[in-house]
């Protein structure tokens, strides 16, 4: 074979080889994290219908949680960099008996590719902030059963439902909403993780709601008194405050 022969075989080969190499590089991307939300009682995950028993103040409490629908909107991821990763989509409504979160799960897309990201939180609002949005029932059409209340009082931010022995009328009602002075009660959250985490292309976060926090995160409630929430109220605001404090972090893969 005469050096022409093997000067073209050997650029054959080099672009062969540069080809195959160029082909495998991986290509940029842009993150994407699920999140998922544990719903627990204390310890134990969260059981609707069934029994769970609060000690204090040298008494027992009964609780048999029935429902529990809210509102959480607004989610950020935080980066190092104190970038903002906005969730997919702006509203969200967790209902735990139908084990489903409408109008979608919550995703999050990081807006760039190429970007190495780390994470370091989770931003939320528990409710709806927005007066507007309150006040002209915008949601009405996105969510499959809208939690709202009507022009004056907006919608219902949190909804938790149960059965009690010691309650007066043997239930635990606390529609939680409000939107104007003095009863605003959405609440700002943040879920601070264990350490920066990066994203690769596809990553699932996971937070905790545990339920029980409602009865004491903040304020304590007596069930003999604070049984049925309707409507705004004083009573209202103190179940806001330990709604804001339900939740943790979990894990991250």
Known sequence: MNSYKILITLLAILFVFATGCK?????????????????TWSDSNLVLNQPYYWTHDSKIDTIIPTTLIYHINDLKLITQ???IID???LYYMVDYGDKK????NISFTAPKEGVKYYITSLEFTIGIADSLTNAIGALNSVFVAPMYWGMIQ???????????PQAPNTALIYHI??????YINSRKVKVVFDKPYYLNKENSLTISADIFRLFYAV??????TTDLIHSPNDNSVLIADNMAKLFGFKSFK
């Open 177 to 182: 909403g409000g939107y104007t002075k003095p």
């Open 87 to 89: 969730a997919d989509l």
């Open 81 to 83: 960099n104190s970038e």
């Open 101 to 104: 979160v409408f109008p979608a």
């Open 23 to 39: 082909n495998d590089d991986p290509k940029p991307f842009k993150p994407m994290v699920t999140l998922q939300i544990n719903h």
């Open 219 to 224: 304020n304590q409630i007596d069930i003999k």
């Open 154 to 164: 907006g919608y219902i931010n949190f909804k938790f439902e149960a059965l009690s």
